[in-house]
């Protein structure tokens, strides 16, 4: 079985700092994109930033120049730096991974338990 555990979320004042952190775990050949998505409530689950095994880096536009996704693939883990933080990012924060779980062949779709990011004065 594969396991992603989130940490880092909380509460947070307009203009501060967080960061969260995601390990993946259990039966784990190999990964390809991990990454960062958010539920608002009442709203839909939307991408916030992802990494591919190479580095390659995807950001939503309302997080561009305010967060920064990395990646230790040593340690299965995906952080997300979030910078500058507004009243709209309130959210939860959702760790996604594509992998491959016993081998090339197909890979699958995992998600963290999700974190609760809260960002008021």
């Known amino acids: 079985q594969v396991q992603l555990v989130e940490s880092g979320g909380g509460l947070a004042q307009p203009g501060g700092s967080l960061t969260l952190s995601c390990i993946a775990s259990?039966?784990?050949?190999?990964?390809?994109?991990m990454g960062w998505y958010r539920q608002a409530p009442r709203g839909e689950r939307e991408l916030v930033a992802t990494?591919?095994?190479?580095?390659?880096?995807d950001y939503a536009d309302s997080v561009k120049g305010r967060f920064t996704v990395s990646r230790d693939n040593a340690k299965k883990m995906v952080s997300l730096q979030m910078n500058s933080l507004k009243p709209e990012d309130t959210a939860n924060y959702y760790c996604h991974a594509d992998l491959y779980p016993h081998g090339w062949g197909r890979s699958y779709e995992y998600w963290g338990q999700g974190t609760q990011v809260t960002v008021s004065s």
């Open positions: 990494i591919t095994a190479a580095g390659i880096t």
């Open positions: 259990g039966s784990i050949f190999s990964i390809n994109t």
